[in-house]
């Protein structure tokens, strides 16, 4: 649950800018891959959780085809477009790309919509590498499904319009993971995501356990020409092997495959499938309660991460470092998300926050001197109403 302090907000933006109350509040959450990066747009395997930081939409309906989105956490800026006419990208300022290039995919989709105005608040932390974007694109959508009783409109359905969006509105060449979990978040568990069937099943995170995130306040640098260039190199590694996707390759017909043309090429490919089969195993080892393999299983995704994927950064390793020698076995984590900054994610009991954080606070510095920020979170469930 996203704390009502968000709620207020978009509902006190909503008054302030429209002179009128909301009818209806809807949330889609951020979320934290708990293993399985970059495998999502190799069809691979993810195991994340929807958190209970996100975007909230106070919104109501218009009868004309003018949509008006006011942004709490942009100085109350207004945005204003309309549905009869074509939906271009501003390019004085990015908030409301977003919300623009979402409701041009949702019309694609062919749904019957009139205009809305629309308040939004959040609370996930931008540049972390958490979701943020995704979690505002569902939620545009769910304000829309909600206002016009879009019941036939899916959450998997809701997932791909915001990658579309994503993908061709906003320009960064994303997988489905962030938008997936955000619209199928389920309370208390983590989702492990099929990302080629897109067929998802809950993993009950066990009794105890808590999930830390730690934002190193590494702003992401580079990471879409980076990010953008890391899926260039899996496909050349996937044309090299004769698949369709990394994910139709073993471990053993990788290794027996020889000629490389591009060492790193070769590097990128291990990572990704590696990492699949260390997400089915965490997958596994969450589900009976094996902390230790969960940890073990952290450890050698960060180092992949590290090592042959190339997108952690020093101070990242740093703090995973600071990080692991707290928990020991008791316990896993490593970096999480796209990449080069962001945030670090733990798994530990409750009974070893208090010390994973002390241990933070008391070793770990970013480059410019700031100390990390801890989040312990829940998981929470995907994108719905909050009346
Ligand atoms: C970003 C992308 F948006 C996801 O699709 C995923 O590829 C992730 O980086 C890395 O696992 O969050």
């Not at 990208?89 to 019957?112: E, F, I, K, S």
């Not at 609370?123 to 016009?148: H, M, N, R, W």
């Not at 970096?335 to 530990?348: H, K």
Request: include cysteine; aromatic fraction near 4%.
């Amino acid at each position: 649950m996203i704390s009502p302090h968000v709620s207020h907000t978009a509902l006190a933006a909503f008054d302030q800018a429209f002179g009128h109350a909301a009818a209806r509040l809807v949330q889609a959450p951020g979320r934290v891959n708990l293993i399985g990066e970059h495998t999502d747009y190799n069809d691979g395997f993810v195991l994340p959780c929807a958190i209970n930081h996100g975007t909230v939409i106070a919104a109501r309906s218009r009868p004309d085809m003018t949509v008006r989105v006011v942004a709490a956490d942009y100085s109350h800026t207004i945005d204003e477009f309309r549905l009869d006419a074509p939906i271009m990208a501003r390019t004085d300022t990015q908030w409301p790309n977003y919300v623009r290039g979402t409701v041009m995919h949702l019309l694609a989709h062919g749904v019957d919509i009139r205009g809305a105005d629309l308040a939004l608040a959040g609370d996930v932390p931008q540049g972390a590498g958490l979701s943020s974007s995704a979690s505002l694109e569902v939620a545009v959508i769910q304000a829309f499904k909600t206002l016009y009783r879009l019941d036939a409109l899916q959450p998997t359905a809701m997932a791909k319009i915001a990658q579309t969006a994503e993908n061709k509105f906003v320009g960064c060449a994303c997988g489905i993971m962030d938008q997936l979990i955000s619209a199928r978040g389920v309370e208390e568990h983590a989702l492990l995501i099929d990302c080629r069937s897109l067929s998802t099943t809950p993993v009950k995170l066990p009794a105890g356990l808590a999930v830390m995130i730690v934002n190193s306040r590494v702003q992401r640098g580079l990471v879409d020409s980076e990010y953008n260039l890391r899926r260039q190199q899996c496909e050349a590694a996937a044309r090299h092997l004769g698949v369709p996707a990394l994910r139709d390759v073993s471990l053993e017909a990788f290794e027996a495959r020889t000629g490389w043309p591009d060492e790193v090429v070769r590097r990128r490919a291990r990572h990704i499938i590696t990492e699949n089969q260390r997400t089915l195993d965490a997958a596994e080892a969450l589900k009976a309660g094996d902390l230790r393999r969960v940890g073990q299983l952290m450890a050698q995704s960060h180092a992949s991460m590290r090592d042959d994927f190339e997108i952690t950064v020093p101070a990242i390793d740093q703090l995973v470092e600071i990080m692991h020698a707290e928990i020991g076995d008791e316990g896993g984590c490593r970096m999480t998300g796209g990449g080069f900054g962001g945030c670090a994610v733990a798994l530990v009991p409750e009974s070893k926050v208090e010390s994973v954080r002390e241990a933070v606070a008391a070793h770990y510095r970013s480059p410019t001197g700031d100390s990390a920020d801890v989040y312990v979170c829940r998981a929470s469930v995907g994108a719905g109403t909050l009346e």
